[in-house]
């Protein structure tokens, strides 16, 4: 079937949700970076204002960031060259620390 991915390793699941994934996910983040609130100093008087929309941005952005690297890690996988594996090793040499 050809709706599924058959590398070996790779992560199975129709191809609507992968796009979904590569798509959505990033899409969402960047339109929920864009109304960011701007602070200027003082920080807490600035921030004071946007209070609710500032704690719920940022943690929608703990959801949402993380599906953006799922989305960049589907976007290359099955890719084999010297970056790639630099970027993997990075990757997980970050996650450690």
Do not use: D, K
């Given at each position: 079937m050809h709706d599924l991915l058959?590398?070996?390793?790779?992560?199975r699941m129709?191809?609507?949700l992968r796009q979904i994934f590569l798509f959505l996910a990033p899409l969402l983040?960047?339109?929920?970076?864009?109304m960011h609130p701007v602070a200027h100093t003082p920080i807490?008087?600035?921030?004071l204002h946007h209070i609710d929309w500032w704690i719920?941005?940022?943690l929608l952005n703990l959801v949402g960031f993380p599906l953006v690297?799922?989305?960049?890690y589907l976007?290359?996988?099955?890719?084999r060259t010297r970056e790639h594996d630099a970027a993997m090793a990075a990757g997980f040499r970050g996650r450690n620390f």
């Open positions: 058959s590398e070996p390793g790779a992560i129709p191809r609507w983040v960047g339109a929920l970076n864009v807490y008087n600035g921030v719920g941005l940022h690297g799922f989305a960049a976007l290359t996988e099955g890719i």
